[in-house]
């Protein structure tokens, strides 16, 4: 006691060191932390004001005292220290080994920090993220320093890892892609990242479709990488490509028509400008062959290509009647538009010329376009053989059995010959008894149509007592008695022929002798 005074009589007379006098009132060692100003006391205490120790523990902890001017990390933000000084939670001279650290880790509010514990965080446990030896506020706090490991992208996508993950669960992505220049929409939606990004390949992936859609490209890179003017993204099977924006809209079947119909030949569609014209697609459906040319639309449309919709009435050939149906190549046999086609009848129908020429080349003078055979008109009776009696009710075939009618006999025997009764010992030429009001019906009159008058008993007699023998054209017979008679003659024609001077028609028997 008696030394402790006296250190202090000294002290006070400025006789003793002041580091003497500072140990004699010093509490206990200071921590290790500052052992270096163990003799320093002014590093930390202004005599006789505890109100300024404040300020001491800031100057020297300059981050801490950054973040209570900054209002950050647990000295700055923490109301529970606000106004406090270090001391009430930091005790000093509590020796070397003392944990100046007031803080019960079960109880501490990390909310009042810059990294306040959320989801997964919470139930992490402190040592995890401070380390040993290391202070606190040292703790990182950047994602990547603690999950590099768990980072499946290698670093490819950098280290801004909250904007895909969060502390809910690191596993579960909850990157908004449309914040990027390729937002998701529709299909896109639903892919899985590593359809784009393949190995967790993330910088330069390409956002043109091709490169990611090239192995469902059906066209075989025909129709170029240009995939967006067809294709969406919310359909890849459905096309949204308007054809009516080109130069060749789709119209009626058209617009069923696969691309690959049209466009199948092309090894480029940007690069090969395609013909527009019908014929360069439809040249395999010309079942013309060529021969009407190439202008297809005069006669085909879209709507449908198997009908023709030519107007025929527009030409110097309307088509009528039986026309109407007839096939264009039944009269089109040749190119159409550098062949003039004859317009008459015989024209076409020379093959169907029964007649072979003998009528002549003007067939409408008996037939129409209702029908080759329909209502067939012929004025018989301007010709050398008009139809009077029963000829005007025979049929045609009964004189003419072959179409060759200039070939036809107008001889009444050539179609009587079956009728003549006389067997041709009258001849050939029936006019003179038989008219066409009947074969039956005949007339003759002996006396005035030949030079040989019946009278007595010639009147009843049959015709073929006197016409025994066949005649070929005109009847030359004699007209004397003797001709019929010779064989009458009992004189044995001592007398002459002269028979008419003793005998007459009445009888053969009954004879007159003139001396």
Request: proline residues 3%; contains cysteine; glycine residues 6%.
């Amino acid at each position: 006691m008696t030394l402790a005074l006296g250190i202090l009589a000294s002290a006070l007379s400025g006789q003793a060191p002041a580091s003497v006098m500072e140990r004699l009132v010093m509490p206990g060692d200071v921590i290790k932390g500052h052992a270096k100003y163990e003799d320093e006391c002014s590093k930390c205490h202004k005599p006789f004001s505890k109100a300024l120790q404040r300020d001491l523990c800031l100057d020297c902890h300059e981050k801490v005292a950054e973040d209570v001017e900054k209002k950050l990390g647990y000295h700055g933000l923490s109301p529970d220290v606000k106004d406090v000084e270090c001391r009430h939670c930091h005790t000093e001279h509590k020796g070397r080994d003392f944990n100046a650290v007031i803080m019960d880790s079960e109880l501490f509010d990390h909310a009042v920090t810059d990294y306040e514990l959320k989801g997964a965080h919470a139930r992490v446990k402190c040592a995890l993220c401070h380390k040993s030896g290391k202070k606190y506020r040292d703790a990182p706090s950047g994602c990547i320093d603690c999950h590099e490991e768990d980072d499946t992208h290698r670093g490819d996508l950098g280290k801004k890892c909250k904007e895909c993950h969060d502390e809910r669960s690191w596993r579960k992505a909850s990157f908004d892609h449309d914040d990027t220049d390729f937002p998701l929409k529709d299909k896109h939606e639903d892919a899985s990242c590593a359809s784009c990004h393949p190995n967790e390949r993330y910088k330069k992936t390409p956002d043109d479709c091709y490169t990611c859609h090239r192995l469902n490209d059906v066209h075989n890179r025909q129709y170029g990488k240009k995939c967006e003017e067809c294709h969406t993204a919310k359909d890849w099977e459905k096309t949204t490509f308007d054809h009516d924006d080109t130069d060749f809209p789709l119209k009626e079947k058209h617009r069923d028509a696969h691309c690959a119909a049209c466009h199948g030949k092309q090894k480029n569609v940007y690069e090969e400008d395609l013909k527009t014209d019908c014929y360069e697609c439809h040249k395999n459906d010309d079942i013309h062959k060529g021969r009407y040319g190439e202008k297809c639309k005069e006669c085909h449309t879209p709507k449908d290509w198997d009908r023709s919709i030519y107007d025929h009435d527009e030409t110097d050939f309307p088509l009528k009647d039986k026309h109407e149906d007839v096939r264009c190549d039944a009269c089109h046999r040749g190119p159409a538009y550098d062949s003039e086609l004859k317009t008459d009848c015989y024209g076409c129908h020379k093959v169907n010329d029964v007649h072979r020429g003998q009528q002549g080349k003007v067939c409408e003078k008996c037939h129409n376009e209702k029908g080759w055979r329909s209502k067939v008109f012929f004025d018989h009776d301007l010709t050398r053989f008009p139809l009077i009696g029963l000829h005007s009710i025979s049929t045609c075939e009964e004189c003419h059995p072959s179409a060759r009618y200039k070939d036809t006999p107008i001889g009444c025997i050539d179609c009587h010959r079956a009728d003549d009764d006389h067997e041709g010992t009258l001849g050939t030429k029936c006019g003179p008894c038989h008219n066409p009001n009947g074969w039956a019906l005949w007339r003759f009159d002996h006396e005035s149509q030949t030079d040989f008058k019946l009278d007595g008993a010639h009147e009843d007699l049959n015709c073929r007592s006197c016409h025994t023998q066949k005649v070929k054209g005109e009847i030359e017979m004699s007209t004397a008695c003797y001709g019929c008679h010779q064989k009458d003659d009992e004189h044995r024609g001592s007398f002459g022929l002269g028979c008419e001077r003793c005998h007459n028609t009445e009888s053969f028997e009954k004879i007159r002798i003139r001396h």
